[in-house]
């Protein structure tokens, strides 16, 4: 979780201007007015903006309103929110009014809206462990760096919820990465079992392995949703990958840990690892 911000501008990856998926310029000036300069303030307008399908569940919406959670692209997800209602997204919306997403929406929306006030903002896909006692559920984050310091890590999400005490600043070991868990499950100390998607039965070391693909996606910036598959990812949650497939799956865990972002991206740009172009729309 340490490492320089905003001094990556200029080298392989800037994570302080919008990629495929979290560029706003086609946005609206007048919706993105007097966004926070704080970091933390900017992440806790999204707990407002968006609504977990489980939770829309429970109010009454157009049935159509669920494919919401579809949406890849920022900029859509903001079009979304600004045809619900037109104020600028500083104004907080009733339930019925946000756009319908999963953590992972939470944390794109918020890193874009940070990356568009020039703040160093990534998504980090893995698990969360303090949703359920015991457990690793598959979640998203974000990381965000002012003034080259290191990154810090939180959770938009949960700054509306009870879960955590201090959600803005997440504690080691509360999330684990893809990677992370994948390092952790590798030398036994975790017990991959325990690890996957609440309430369905995909659990296991495939849940992992795809979740750190999806975190080296993410730190190239190609934030998918939870359920992109590309590369032999399909054929590891079939259970027909083997030592070759895990080997590769040890280098992108080691590489995303040790932060450089030149090998980051050298590793990205090889056919197993790279977001097809047509998911980045």
Same mark, same amino acid.
């Given at each position: 979780m340490s490492g320089p911000g905003p001094t990556m501008r200029g080298m392989t990856i800037d994570y302080s201007s919008g990629g495929p998926?979290?560029?706003?310029?086609?946005?609206?000036?007048?919706a993105l007015a007097d966004l926070p300069d704080d970091p933390v303030d900017i992440c806790r307008l999204v707990h407002r903006l968006v609504i977990q399908p489980h939770d829309a569940g429970r109010i009454e919406l157009p049935p159509g309103r669920f494919d919401e959670?579809?949406?890849?692209?920022?900029?859509?997800?903001?079009?979304?929110?600004?045809?619900l209602d037109p104020s600028p997204l500083t104004v907080p919306r009733p339930p019925e009014r946000r756009v319908v997403g999963t953590c992972r929406h939470f944390a794109v929306l918020a890193c874009a809206l940070l990356r568009?006030?020039?703040?160093?903002?990534?998504?980090?896909?893995?698990?969360? +462990?303090?949703?359920?006692?015991?457990?690793?559920?598959?979640?998203w984050v974000i990381e965000f760096s002012v003034d080259g310091a290191p990154w810090v890590r939180a959770d938009p999400e949960a700054m509306g919820l009870t879960v955590l005490p201090t959600p803005e600043a997440l504690a080691p070991g509360q999330f684990? +990465?893809?990677?992370?868990?994948?390092?952790?499950?590798?030398?036994?100390?975790?017990?991959a079992s325990r690890?996957?998607?609440?309430? +369905?039965?995909?659990f296991g070391p495939a849940e992992i392995r795809g979740n750190a693909i999806r975190d080296l996606a993410a730190l190239n910036r190609?934030?998918?949703?939870?359920?992109?598959?590309?590369g032999r990812m399909d054929a590891s949650y079939q259970g027909h990958t083997g030592a070759d497939y895990d080997a590769l799956l040890d280098t992108v865990a080691a590489t995303c840990a040790a932060d450089d972002p030149a090998a980051v991206a050298a590793l990205y740009r090889t056919e197993d690892l790279e977001v097809p172009p047509t998911l980045l729309t």
């Open positions: 998926l979290t560029d706003l310029s086609s946005v609206g000036r007048g959670n579809q949406i890849r692209p920022a900029a859509r997800l903001v079009r979304t929110l600004l045809a568009h006030r020039g703040i160093a903002a990534r998504a980090r896909c893995g698990f969360a +462990t303090y949703f359920q006692p015991g457990l690793g559920l598959d979640h684990l +990465t893809g990677g992370e868990a994948w390092i952790e499950f590798r030398a036994g100390r975790i017990d690890f996957g998607v609440w309430g +369905t039965e995909n190609a934030e998918t949703l939870p359920w992109d598959e590309w």
